[in-house]
């Protein structure tokens, strides 16, 4: 079963508008990572977040992370159309295994 | 270098063959893992090689599906007497392992697996 769970499951923004998806999950984590997968390829790691992190930012991408609320968010600033893709948050129950949610689709209007 | 290489990029056979499809992890990752994508959906965990250690197939959904991974490197999935709903994609990733904390993974570009 999925430990992840995406919201919303589609998105769709104009260039330059930022873009915010969520990501529930069940069970005590100690990691959090996001990806992104462009139509036809694998994923692209994007952030790993601690579970001890609350916030960790990489170029225009912000990520928030709260434990109590077993939550996070991926936020995009600026978009641009090369943004367009599908986005994954995957958690770790133990040290290696990776739990996929179904992602959320951003597609970016020029 | 190089990343995460699969091979074929598309496999179409009818149902009832066997396929081999395989992976190469980037040099150095002690980590693999295989994953299955159906259409529009997240990935379902099929099998874990870490180092030495005898592989984590919690994920395999029958008996037909088989790993190996030779020399620490290379791996193969394979699948006996395919069946329609093995139709997907197959992503394999590696990752640098140990430490008892997950890794980023590095995913190749799948093989899309289509059964007549």
């Known amino acids: 079963s999925q430990q992840g769970e995406e919201d919303p499951q589609a998105l769709s923004i104009q260039e330059g508008e930022n873009a915010t998806m969520n990501c529930s999950y069940k069970?005590?984590?100690?990691?959090l990572q996001w990806y992104r997968q462009n139509s036809g390829r694998g994923l692209v790691h994007l952030i790993l977040i601690r579970s001890n992190e609350r916030e960790k930012h990489s170029g225009r991408l912000r990520v928030t992370l709260d434990t109590s609320k077993k939550s996070s968010s991926l936020l995009i600033t600026a978009s641009r159309a090369a943004d367009t893709a599908s986005y994954f948050c995957a958690t770790d129950a133990n040290d290696y295994k990776l739990s996929f949610g179904a992602g959320t689709t951003v597609t970016v209007r020029a | 270098g190089a990343g995460v290489s699969q091979s074929p990029s598309n496999k179409v056979t009818e149902k009832g063959k066997d396929v081999e499809l395989r992976c190469d992890p980037i040099?150095?990752?002690?980590?693999l893992y295989w994953y299955r994508q159906s259409l529009g959906q997240g990935l379902e965990f099929l099998i874990y090689?870490?180092?030495?250690?005898?592989?984590?197939k919690s994920g395999l959904p029958s008996d037909r599906f088989s790993a190996e991974r030779t020399g620490g490197s290379v791996s193969t999935l394979t699948i006996q007497r395919t069946q329609q709903e093995d139709s997907a994609v197959y992503l394999c990733?590696?990752?640098?392992?140990?430490?008892?904390?997950?890794?980023?993974?590095?995913f190749g570009d799948g093989t899309r697996l289509s059964i007549l």
């Open positions: 040099s150095g990752h002690t980590a």
């Open positions: 990733a590696s990752s640098l392992g140990g430490g008892g904390v997950s890794q980023p993974q590095h």
């Open positions: 090689f870490q180092g030495n250690s005898a592989p984590d």
């Open positions: 069970t005590s984590i100690n990691n």
